[in-house]
């Protein structure tokens, strides 16, 4: 039963890092690490489709290799991050304990990026 509950979990975590390429404020390689340790422990034939797919496995590989994240992508993430912070929290509500959470994510993740190593080949 655990098998299956951590295959379930699992794919749920690819569709959501998948969509997370798309949207912004949705993390993708978070959901693509839990995913690998999640099909580790449930399908070794899913794990070595993701760990192939062309699409995703370059955020898994990146995030382990050390190599860094290229500057370029730093600054599209960032922005369009802060912009898609700041569009919400003027125009999708007016509570000010929202506006805080969301400041707080916004900030926390940028933290995270400036953390990691910077990339300066655009590659």
């Not at 290229?70 to 991050?81: Q, V, Y």
């Not at 919400?88 to 707080?104: D, H, P, Q």
């Amino acid at each position: 039963m655990k098998k299956y509950i951590f295959l379930v979990t699992a794919t749920i975590c690819v569709a959501l890092g998948a969509i997370g390429i798309f949207v912004p404020l949705l993390p993708t390689t978070p959901f693509l690490l839990l995913a690998v340790i999640l099909y580790m422990n449930s399908s070794h034939r899913m794990l070595r489709w993701l760990m192939q797919n062309r699409y995703l496995s370059p955020y898994i590989r990146d995030y382990f290799s050390g190599k860094g994240i290229p500057l370029r992508l730093k600054i599209k993430t960032l922005s369009l991050l802060w912009i898609t912070l700041g569009l919400s929290s003027i125009f999708a509500t007016e509570k000010l304990w929202v506006r805080l959470v969301l400041a707080g994510i916004g900030t926390g993740v940028t933290i995270h990026l400036l953390m990691k190593k910077t990339r300066r080949d655009g590659a």
